[in-house]
Structures are given as structure tokens and as C-alpha cells.
């Protein structure tokens, strides 16, 4: 009766023991969780395109990620990843094999502008499939750029007033320096510019012929671009030019 007195005591703490560390286990490998979600790209290379109500916006492109890698962060938070995957044909990923607790999620756009990360964090139980939110990822040359689009009225030799100007060359540069840029205006006469830097002032010109002499002017104004994603319209205030 003694010796089972002595062994109880020591049985119980060991299973005390047992239970406990069970239980607190870490996130991470080793359980019978998964976690799955889609990726998709925002496809936005800075065509400027009617909204269908008199305004103007970037027109984008969502498509299915393929072969993206997607991180997973064990414990939550946005430290360094503890694995990855590759999203299949149909943007399509799934982590296996989790234990219980928080996770976190994400991939990384390939924008030419600059490589964002998208996150997604996400508490999941012992056992189960569980879905993230979609990861969507901003790509293209114009992605977190900004936009303008104006027109031009010309007034050409055979013309005794200002008409659309089609096909004039169209000028635009950053106010504190940078490289020129330019474009022509299409059969409405409009012209557009994207890819530009948010928030940054901007001059636009075009060049008007005098008749007299042949001379060469610059026409146009100054314009300061809106927050990334945005298109100021200056349609309502055309350059005017003269082309003789």
C-alpha cells in the first residue's frame, strides 16, 4: 500500500505534465489543420478608359495567379516566413498538416514600380480546411501610379475657328526634373498620360505654329497629379494651338 502511495503522486504529475505540453503546442507543422486560399493579379498597365459616366479611370485587368509563391508566418505577425507554396493553374494554394493557432499569409506583386506584399492572418483550429480572404496583388506598369487626361483644339490653316485637334503631339515632364515624355491626342482630340508619380506637379504643352513668322510656342499648363490610382481630367479646359 506504501509503494502505491509513493507511485500515485508521481504518475499523476507526469500526466499533469503530458496534458500540459499538449496543449501548447506551437503553431506549425504537426497537425491535422490546412489552410487554402486563391491569389490573383490586378493587372493595371495604365490604359485610361471611359468609366461609362463621363469620367475616366484605369482600365484593369484581374487575372488568376499562376505559379506565385505564397508565404506562410507560424504564430501570426509579419516576421520571416517558416514555409511556402506555388499557387497552381487556377491561382490556387493550400498549406497541410497545421496545428491549431494563428497564421499569416501573403505574396508579392510584381509591379515594375515597386514589389508590395499583400497579407491575409488567419486563426484556425486543430483539425479542418480553412479558407483565407482572396489575396489580390497590384501588377503592371502603372500600378500605384497616377494619371492625366486633356485634349487639344487646333486651328488649322484652312479653319477660321478651333476645332479637334487629331494626331498633335502632346508634351509632359515633372516640374523638378526627370525625363520628357509624350504622346498623341486620338480622334476626340484627347490625350493621356499615366504612369505618373502621385502627388507631383507636372507641366503639359503643345506647340503652336504663328502664322507670321513660323515661329514655335509652347501651350499648355501646369497640373498636379492626385493620390495613386487617380486620373485628373482637364478635358473641360482644351490647349489651344495653331498649326498652319
Not at 516576421?79 to 508579392?108: C, H, M, P, Q
Not at 498636379?224 to 473641360?236: A, M
Request: glycine share 14%.
Amino acid at each position: 500500500m506504501k509503494s502505491t502511495q509513493k507511485i500515485l503522486p508521481f504518475i499523476l504529475t507526469a500526466m499533469a505534465v503530458l496534458g500540459f505540453n499538449s496543449c501548447s503546442k506551437e503553431e506549425g507543422k504537426g497537425g491535422n489543420a490546412a489552410i487554402q486560399g486563391y491569389v490573383y493579379n490586378i493587372i493595371n498597365d495604365g490604359d485610361i478608359v471611359s468609366d461609362g459616366m463621363g469620367g475616366w479611370k484605369f482600365g484593369l485587368d484581374t487575372v488568376k495567379a499562376l505559379d506565385k509563391s505564397v508565404f506562410i508566418v507560424y504564430g501570426g505577425g509579419i516576421g520571416e516566413y517558416d514555409d511556402k507554396t506555388v499557387t497552381n493553374g487556377y491561382g490556387y494554394y493550400k498549406f497541410d498538416f497545421l496545428r491549431s493557432g494563428d497564421y499569416t499569409i501573403y505574396a508579392i506583386g510584381d509591379s515594375s514600380d515597386a514589389k508590395k506584399a499583400s497579407f491575409r492572418n488567419i486563426s484556425i483550429g486543430s483539425s479542418g480546411t480553412h479558407t483565407v480572404k482572396n489575396i489580390y496583388l497590384e501588377n503592371g506598369k502603372n500600378a500605384n501610379c497616377s494619371g492625366v487626361i486633356g485634349c487639344i483644339k487646333a486651328k488649322y490653316s484652312s479653319e477660321t475657328d478651333f476645332v479637334t485637334g487629331i494626331g498633335v503631339r502632346v508634351y509632359i515632364k515633372n516640374i523638378n526634373g526627370g525625363e520628357q515624355n509624350d504622346t498623341r491626342t486620338d480622334n476626340e482630340g484627347n490625350f493621356r498620360f499615366a504612369r505618373l508619380q502621385p502627388h507631383t506637379k507636372y507641366t503639359v504643352w503643345a506647340e503652336s505654329e504663328s502664322k507670321k513668322n513660323g515661329a514655335i510656342e509652347a501651350v499648355g499648363y501646369e497640373v498636379e497629379t492626385g493620390s495613386k490610382g487617380t486620373i485628373i481630367n482637364k478635358t473641360d479646359s482644351p490647349i489651344e494651338v495653331k498649326i498652319y
